[in-house]
T-cell receptor, first 114, second 113 residues
Framework: DAKTTQPPSMDCAEGRAANLPCNHS???????VYWYRQIHSQGPQYIIH?????ETNEMASLIITEDRKSSTLILPHATLRDTAVYYC???????????????WGAGTKLIIKP | GAGVSQSPRYKVAKRGQDVALRCDPI?????LFWYQQALGQGPEFLTY????????KSGLPSDRFFAERPEGSVSTLKIQRTQQEDSAVYLC???????????FGSGTRLTVV
């Protein structure tokens, strides 16, 4: 079973920041938080991941609470092309035979409105 | 190639028919994964290859499902005697190592009628 819970859907106005929450209250000390998104009829796309520090890349920012029990993915200036299902996943990072699986929940369907 | 390529993009099969789904991973990617995604759900793990070795097939739902990667590059997922419950999108992903840097293909949508 997925170790994360996310709201099933959210709306956001185009040009505004989209803040997608994720709860992972049972996260282990060596587990990272990963975010993927899946645009309709495409495969999932990696967005960002982090352990305990906040992370930022060209796509998004990831804010992880100090207790690591929840996180928020931030899309700073949402566009219509950001409409997708966003998945939050926790797993142990790095290679190794035991670390490869991604266990997915149902994700959050984010709809960007003009 | 630049990305993970899957073919066919869509497949309609009559119940009882055998199907074969192909995945061309990114060149040089050691690890290859198959996932099954039902409508409105997240992907579910099926099987994992490291080069030509199938290290984990615990997610294959029945013995009608078979996957191979004989030369450590292209992989084929075969489903025998398809059933309606096999209707789903089948996703392939590859990575350089075991757990990081997954790149997914666009999937094959299988519809069993």
């Amino acid at each position: 079973d997925a170790k994360t819970t996310q709201p099933p859907s959210m709306d956001c106005a185009e040009g505004r920041a989209a803040n997608l929450p994720c709860n992972h209250s049972t996260i282990s000390g060596n587990e990272y938080v990963y975010w993927y998104r899946q645009i309709h009829s495409q495969g999932p796309q990696y967005i960002i991941h982090g352990l305990k520090n906040n992370e930022t890349n060209e796509m998004a920012s990831l804010i992880i609470t100090e207790d690591r029990k929840s996180s928020t993915l931030i899309l700073p200036h949402a566009t219509l092309r950001d409409t997708a299902v966003y998945y939050c996943i926790v797993r142990v990072a790095g290679g190794g035979h035991s670390n490869y699986q991604l266990i997915w929940g149902a994700g959050t369907k984010l709809i960007i409105k003009p | 190639g630049a990305g993970v390529s899957q073919s066919p993009r869509y497949k309609v099969a009559k119940r009882g028919q055998d199907v074969a789904l192909r995945c061309d991973p990114i060149s040089g990617h050691v690890s290859l994964f198959w996932y099954q995604q039902a409508l409105g759900q997240g992907p579910e793990f099926l099987t994992y290859f490291q080069n030509e070795a199938q290290l984990d097939k615990s997610g294959l739902p029945s013995d009608r499902f078979f996957a191979e990667r004989p030369e450590g590059s292209v992989s084929t997922l075969k489903i025998q005697r398809t059933q309606q419950e096999d209707s789903a999108v089948y996703l392939c992903a590859s990575s350089l190592g075991g757990g990081n840097g997954y790149t997914f293909g666009s999937g094959t949508r299988l519809t069993v009628v």
